[in-house]
């Protein structure tokens, strides 16, 4: 089957940084994307990776390892605004997306 | 640009009725699709379209109904409604499906419908 395995919560200081760890199990692989959601609101994209190595943007990047089956987000300077869900999203062989439940992210000041 | 617009935004319906969620978007993308988001869960993919004319269901498609008559519409037919329905709806968008980059979806601000 396909899944995502990401920690549920994750809880982290105003100003640290933070890594939010994702392993996937898909049928075929076409790139992985991260996206945000607040509270409330629609998901937002954030990053893509198709190919291995780190994407930096800002203060956000992502990692991939294809053979690993495993991605990070990594959140620098953290501001209160980040706190939010996470959602690592890889995509199978017919380009179908996976979507786990995410990683909510508390930032405590 | 409005990017995609999705409404109502809240709607409480009674178990048996009907009732459209209309979604549209002005970016000339190809793909759309609506997705229901339950607490503790992922997105479910409910219907998707690859341009007009061509619709395909996804993970959850019973109880719903869409149509594709032009790029930019895309609306979603609740055929009698029930509890199980009451959720967070998503409709969301991407330039392309079957080209990995182009995947990037824009989603809706989102519809909340409770079916009592």
């Known amino acids: 089957g396909q899944n995502i395995d990401q920690p549920t919560e994750m809880t982290a200081t105003e100003g640290a940084i933070v890594q939010i760890n994702c392993t996937y199990q898909t049928s075929g692989f076409n790139g992985l994307f991260w996206y945000q959601q607040h509270a409330g609101e629609a998901p937002t994209f954030l990053s893509y990776n198709v190919l291995d190595g780190l994407e930096e943007k800002g203060r956000f990047s992502s990692f991939l390892s294809r053979s690993k089956g495993y991605s990070y987000l990594l959140l620098k300077e953290l501001q209160m605004k980040d706190s939010a869900s996470y959602l690592c999203?890889?995509?199978?062989?017919?380009?179908?997306?996976?979507w786990g439940a995410g990683t909510k992210l508390i930032i405590k000041p | 640009n409005a990017g995609v617009t999705q409404t109502p935004k809240f709607q409480v319906l009674k178990t048996g009725q009907s009732m459209t969620l209309q979604c549209a978007q002005d970016?000339?993308?190809?793909?759309m699709s609506w997705y229901r988001q339950d607490p503790g869960m992922g997105l479910r993919l409910i219907h998707y379209?690859?341009?007009?004319?061509?619709?395909d269901q996804g993970e959850v498609p019973n109880g719903y109904n869409v149509s594709r008559s032009t790029t930019e519409d895309f609306p979603l037919r609740l055929l009698s409604a029930a509890p199980s329905q009451t959720s967070v709806y998503f409709c969301?968008?991407?330039?392309?499906?079957?080209?990995?980059?182009?995947?990037?979806?824009?989603f809706g601000a989102g519809s909340r419908l409770t079916v009592l």
């Open positions: 970016m000339n993308h190809e793909y």
């Open positions: 379209s690859v341009g007009a004319g061509i619709t």
């Open positions: 999203v890889p995509m199978d062989s017919n380009y179908q997306l996976i």
């Open positions: 969301a968008s991407s330039y392309s499906h079957s080209s990995s980059g182009a995947n990037v979806l824009t």
